[in-house]
């Protein structure tokens, strides 16, 4: 390896580092202008500022992910991304779900994983991304009757795109 891809690779890696630092002490990079805003855009991407708040038992609620693939009759079948292969793979499904978190990344990211739902099952007609609040309950609410719950966060519904022409694509089209 040469010695300037060594210290690319270095420079990067202490990069993502500090990105971590930053996001468990939950500093906003946001509020430091457009530099502070492509980092934050990176962190949220790659895990870095998630603040590591899953090793808390503080926790009670997280964000899910579900999505409803309606077929050219009108068939709902409710589906997931899936189990990873890893528990690592687990837990980057879970980062995505949390990412729903920031209003501005909502369309995207949903009409992102709706294009990857119709890949996945090509007679669908339309996908409902539905992101919900899965709020847990301690050991001691559990022994008092009280069940986890899940509440409605987000929604937001895609159509298939139709080939009209060559060279036109057939990813999602947001319905709204």
Same mark, same amino acid.
């Given at each position: 390896?040469?010695?300037? +891809?060594?210290?690319?690779?270095?420079?990067?890696?202490?990069?993502?580092?500090? +990105?971590?630092?930053?996001?468990?002490?939950?500093?906003?990079?946001?509020?430091?202008?457009?530099?502070?805003?492509?980092?934050?855009?990176? #962190?949220?991407?790659?895990?870095?500022?998630? #603040?590591? #708040?899953?090793?808390?038992?503080?926790?009670?609620?997280?964000?899910?992910?579900?999505?409803?693939?309606?077929?050219?009759?009108? *068939?709902?079948?409710?589906?997931?991304?899936?189990?990873?292969?890893?528990?690592?793979?687990?837990?980057?499904?879970?980062?995505?779900?949390?990412?729903?978190?920031?209003?501005? +990344?909502?369309?995207?990211?949903?009409?992102?994983?709706?294009?990857?739902?119709?890949?996945?099952?090509?007679?669908? $007609?339309?996908?409902?991304?539905?992101?919900? *609040?899965?709020?847990?309950?301690?050991? !001691?609410?559990?022994?008092?009757?009280?069940?986890?719950? $899940?509440?409605?966060?987000? !929604?937001?519904?895609?159509?298939?795109?139709?080939?009209?022409? !060559?060279?036109?694509? *057939?990813?999602?089209?947001?319905?709204?």
């Amino acid at each position: 390896m040469s010695p300037m +891809l060594r210290r690319c690779l270095l420079f990067l890696a202490g990069t993502h580092l500090l +990105l971590v630092v930053l996001g468990a002490g939950k500093v906003k990079l946001r509020d430091v202008g457009p530099i502070g805003r492509a980092l934050a855009h990176h #962190g949220y991407i790659s895990g870095a500022s998630s #603040g590591y #708040g899953f090793f808390s038992a503080r926790i009670r609620r997280r964000l899910v992910l579900a999505f409803d693939v309606i077929d050219r009759e009108g *068939n709902r079948t409710t589906v997931s991304l899936g189990a990873g292969p890893t528990h690592e793979a687990d837990l980057r499904v879970d980062g995505i779900a949390s990412a729903f978190a920031e209003p501005e +990344l909502r369309r995207e990211l949903a009409a992102s994983l709706a294009g990857k739902i119709f890949a996945r099952h090509p007679a669908a $007609r339309e996908v409902v991304v539905r992101v919900e *609040n899965f709020e847990v309950v301690s050991m !001691e609410d559990y022994q008092r009757g009280l069940r986890p719950r $899940r509440t409605p966060f987000y !929604e937001a519904r895609f159509a298939r795109q139709h080939r009209r022409s !060559e060279g036109q694509g *057939n990813g999602p089209v947001d319905t709204r």
